[in-house]
């Protein structure tokens, strides 16, 4: 009677390598998972950070006004000066023209106290006369008018004295005192006139005959 055949253990493949893991081996080849960073916090405010930089702002701010108010008061300070000094020398070049006529008028003095020759001098003096006439006139518009002759005119003349007569018409210019002068067109002096008047007798006769 032949004995029972044991069981025999599964064979193995040759070529065949078995592979034994090692789990401390596994767990340590395991991927790590990096844990993501916690969100900070938010920054709290800080409020005297923010009142220092309200007070640079501010000092900022007036400076800025007080170097404006500085320049607005030097130009208005200059304006004042320029307008001051425009109106000091406005009549410079009419001041030159003039001691020009000065100069004419020394010459004739002097050349009378040489000469002792009066109706040179009174030539001279009537010469110099039309020089600054003509020069007032050409360069600065100033002329004078005439009014002797002409009707009296409240606009260019003042009568100082009035003459009743018989053969000039009424409101006539009789004799001229002063003469009247024009800057351009615009009466800058009038002229200091008598006036003609009607005689009363017969402006009562006038008035008897229309009654």
């Known amino acids: 009677m032949s004995e029972p055949t044991s ?3 599964p064979e193995r493949d040759e070529g065949v390598e078995e592979t034994s893991i090692d789990p401390a081996a596994a767990q340590s080849e395991a991927p790590v998972q990096e844990s993501e960073p916690e969100e900070s916090a938010e920054t709290a405010p800080d409020p005297e950070a923010d009142i220092a930089r309200l007070e640079d ?3 900022e701010l007036n400076n800025q006004m007080l170097r404006r108010q500085a320049d607005f008061e030097n130009s208005r300070k200059r304006l004042t000066r320029e307008k001051q000094e425009a109106v000091q020398f406005a009549n410079q070049q009419l001041l030159l023209d003039l001691v020009s006529v000065i100069d004419d008028f020394e010459r004739a003095i002097k050349s009378a106290d040489d000469s002792r020759d009066y109706d040179a ?3 001279g003096i009537v010469i110099i006369e039309k020089q600054l006439t003509g020069m007032l006139e050409r360069k600065w518009g100033l002329s004078r008018f005439d009014s002797a002759g002409l009707p009296f005119d409240p606009q260019r003349h003042q009568a100082v004295a009035t003459e009743e ?3 000039v018409e009424s409101e006539t210019v009789l004799e001229e005192y002063q003469k009247g ?5 615009r009466v800058i002096r009038s002229a200091k006139v008598k006036v ?9 006769e006038t008035e008897e005959t229309e009654e």
Request: charged residues 40%.
């Open 121 to 123: 001098f009174h030539d």
């Open 165 to 167: 007569v018989d053969d």
């Open 181 to 185: 002068y024009l800057l351009h067109d």
């Open 196 to 204: 003609a008047k009607e005689k009363q007798n017969e402006k009562n």
């Open 57 to 59: 702002t501010i000092e």
């Open 7 to 9: 069981a025999s253990a």
